[in-house]
């Protein structure tokens, strides 16, 4: 059912650019996805796009030597859920590609990963440096609403 | 959060059990793990999923090194996973024309040897 309500309830988080604290990121945005109605394979795939974002963002502040916080941001929006990341990486800073011996390389992978599992995947870069990685995910079966003009 | 590893001998294959969350942060736990496998001469692996909760591409990627690496010496490298949420991550990047997954570590010891 197409609904006109406004975007509520967001979750906003922001935390240091460590590797470790990517599974409490995946707890919390599991626990948001279900409050918010997303199904259990949903859920799943919003969990691995979001760490996949997360770790690039992680890998991008740390080749630059940053250690500037990750913000994301959860929001509730009719029939879907909205995802934002961002970090404030120099552009063209990269933890590229240099994969381990014998390996693939784990940044583009990662990217084409979230790519096939949410929707509406957009990347800009920020003014004053870093980027912005948007995406989002159906909630529940209803119909979504029109696009905003 | 932890990656919890465990390695058994069944025949000429080596079992490596893998439980827990496999991503950036525990990756390089799983690669040293399978180097130093394929260094101590086992050339045929066995990688049970069956008890990982998580996996993204950091994961996808250790494991391919580890293919690669067994291949190197004519061995292989089979797994086991029947979770849908870690199957679909292997379907999607197109790794299971890669990777031989089975559904018990009997048939992938029974696949690997004929």
Redesign the interface.
């Known amino acids: 059912m197409a609904s006109s309500e406004p975007a509520s309830a967001v979750v906003h988080l922001a935390f240091p650019p460590e590797p470790a604290l990517l599974g409490t990121v995946r707890l919390v945005v599991g626990i948001v996805a279900r409050k918010a109605g997303v199904d259990e394979e949903g859920v799943e795939d919003l969990k691995v796009a979001v760490s996949e974002t997360c770790a690039v963002a992680v890998g991008d502040l740390t080749w630059a030597g940053l250690s500037t916080p990750i913000e994301l941001d959860l929001v509730e929006e009719p029939g879907r859920l909205g995802v934002e990341v961002r970090d404030r990486a120099p552009a063209g800073e990269h933890a590229s590609s240099m994969p381990e011996d014998g390996e693939v390389d784990d940044r583009q992978f990662g990217l084409a990963l979230v790519g096939a599992l949410v929707d509406g995947l957009h990347s800009t870069t920020l003014e004053g440096g870093g980027h912005s990685t948007r995406f989002w995910l159906r909630r529940g079966r209803e119909e979504l609403p029109p696009p905003r003009a | ?1 932890d990656l919890d590893l465990n390695v058994r001998k069944e025949g000429d294959h080596a079992v490596l059990g893998v439980g827990g ?1 496999i ?3 525990t990756a390089p736990k799983l ?1 040293e793990k399978l180097i130093e496998l394929v260094s101590d001469g086992e050339y045929h692996l066995v990688v049970d999923l069956e008890k990982v909760d ?1 996996l ?3 994961g ?3 494991l ?2 580890g293919l ?2 067994v291949r190197n010496h004519d061995g292989s490298l089979q797994l086991v996973c029947t979770q ?2 870690i199957l ?2 292997f379907r ?2 197109g790794l299971t024309k890669v990777f031989p997954i089975h559904s018990s570590v009997a048939e992938a010891i029974s696949d690997s040897a004929e």
Do not use: A, H, N, P
């Open positions: 959060m969350e991503d950036v942060y690669r998580f993204d591409s950091t996808l990627g250790v391919v090194g690669k690496r849908e949420k679909k991550i999607i990047t």
